[in-house]
């Protein structure tokens, strides 16, 4: 359990939020610049080494604040070089971050919530139910750590030679039902006194909060990932219960209006494939239909089970047709490789730890009732 502190956390503010206490604080805002940097460009977490600081504004800070990214409880690494991190947030919950190296590129995988309301029925977080919200500093603490972590193991001191350049948010949780925290976090991440990524370099992915979706992209629109996963509401509708409150018109309405914030993007739809249920050739031919007027790229990711999950994988086969079909009408189409999944590390195998506020018990016998129906309808 992690003990409660009266102290102010630094990590929960973004800049405008950083400087503004500064200011309260009798301090320039220039003087809040420079912290930004110490605490997300150097990942520093000790006053006591921001020796550009004044000794009197640095008493002030040890004081008042402090620099606490959540404790991580372990981490483990895959043979293919994949980490994963579990971090206590607290009252028994824990959630899970995900490293992925790349030769181009090194991706983070951030969770935003402890658990997760949606309840979509092929992913593990949903089993697991919803605590609450993470924090700000749940957030980019994610980030802060890793990134602290990972170059202190590799031996780089160079702030500026960066070992995460892309960050997603896919790990627990729905981002936009966590929309203010989240979109704080977002401009750390973008900010250049901080993390400095590059708005396309950082992934939201939603179930399709539409309203939500219309905020984000007022309020810092980094790139969008939208988990489809079906091509018509009657499937949707049994596979996500979101859809039931936000069916497949408005969610498409919503992506362009997205794209009219962000004229050179493209939305990403994200299809999971689940064996027998929406893998067959006719769902690829009602999925083109669906998106036309989209600027959009699809990506494929066959299925990964967990317990209890009564889904199965989908053969090899029908995901190579599938991607085939939708390449040959003109959609950039990839397979999500599968990384980790020796440290469960996988897309929807994160589960970390919820003690669920909601009604799990209830919800799951209906998300088993709907698998008997997906059962006899294939
Ligand atoms: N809540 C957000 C982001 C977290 S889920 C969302 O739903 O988009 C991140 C991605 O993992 C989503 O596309 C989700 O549908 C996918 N996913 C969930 N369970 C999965 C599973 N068992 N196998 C493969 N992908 C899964
Ligand atoms: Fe939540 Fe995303 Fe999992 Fe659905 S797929 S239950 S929205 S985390």
């Known amino acids: 359990m992690t003990e409660q502190s009266l102290k102010v956390n630094l990590l929960d503010f973004d800049r405008d939020g950083l400087v503004e206490y500064c200011e309260s604080l009798g301090e320039k805002r220039f003087r809040a610049i420079q912290l930004l940097r110490w605490i997300h460009r150097h990942c520093v977490g000790d006053f006591s080494q921001m020796t550009d600081l004044a000794k009197a504004f640095r008493a002030k800070l040890e004081t008042n604040?402090?620099?606490?990214?959540?404790?991580?409880?372990?981490?483990?690494?895959s043979a293919d070089g994949t980490r994963k991190w579990l971090f206590d947030v607290g009252n028994g919950n824990a959630v899970e971050?995900?490293?992925?190296?790349?030769?181009?590129?090194?991706?983070?995988?951030?969770?935003t919530q402890a658990g997760c309301a949606m309840g979509c029925l092929f992913c593990s977080t949903g089993k697991q139910g919803f605590?609450?919200?993470?924090?700000?500093?749940?957030?980019?603490?994610?980030l802060w750590h890793a990134e602290k972590t990972l170059?202190?193991?590799?031996?780089?001191t160079d702030p500026l030679d960066r070992v995460i350049s892309n960050v997603v948010l896919m790990g627990m949780g729905e981002p936009l039902q966590n929309l203010d925290n989240v979109i704080a976090a977002l401009k750390l991440m973008l900010d250049d006194n901080a993390y400095g990524l590059s708005r396309?370099?950082?992934t939201v992915s939603t179930c399709g909060l539409t309203l939500q979706m219309d905020k984000l992209a007022e309020a810092v629109p980094v790139a969008l990932a939208v988990s489809l996963h079906?091509?018509?509401?009657?499937?949707?509708?049994?596979?996500?219960?979101?859809n039931r409150k936000h069916p497949l018109a408005d969610l498409m309405s919503?992506?362009?209006?997205?794209?009219?914030?962000?004229?050179r993007d493209y939305i990403t739809f994200e299809?999971?494939?689940?064996g027998g249920v929406n893998d067959r050739l006719e769902h690829a031919r009602a999925l083109v239909k669906l998106v036309q007027g989209i600027s959009c790229k699809f990506n494929l990711i066959p299925f990964n089970p967990f317990p209890d999950s009564d889904l199965r994988k989908p053969e090899a086969s029908d995901v190579k047709a599938f991607q085939d079909y939708l390449i040959n009408r003109g959609f950039v189409t990839t397979v999500r490789k599968t990384r980790g999944d020796d440290i469960d590390a996988a897309c929807g195998q994160l589960a970390g730890n919820i003690k669920d506020k909601t009604r799990r018990a209830e919800r799951l016998a209906e998300q088993k009732a709907r698998a008997t129906f997906l059962k006899k309808v294939q």
């Not at 170059?151 to 780089?156: A, F, H, L, S, T």
């Not at 919503?254 to 004229?263: E, M, Q």
């Not at 299809?271 to 689940?274: C, F, G, R, S, V």
């Open 65 to 77: 604040c402090e620099i606490r990214a959540p404790h991580p409880i372990w981490d483990k690494l």
């Open 97 to 111: 971050t995900v490293f992925i190296p790349e030769d181009d590129r090194g991706t983070l995988c951030v969770s």
């Open 131 to 142: 605590n609450r919200n993470l924090k700000t500093s749940e957030i980019i603490g994610q």
């Open 151 to 156: 170059r202190e193991d590799m031996g780089i």
């Open 200 to 202: 396309r370099r950082v």
């Open 230 to 242: 079906a091509p018509t509401d009657e499937l949707r509708d049994q596979i996500m219960p979101i």
């Open 254 to 263: 919503a992506c362009k209006r997205y794209l009219a914030h962000a004229p």
């Open 271 to 274: 299809y999971i494939l689940l």
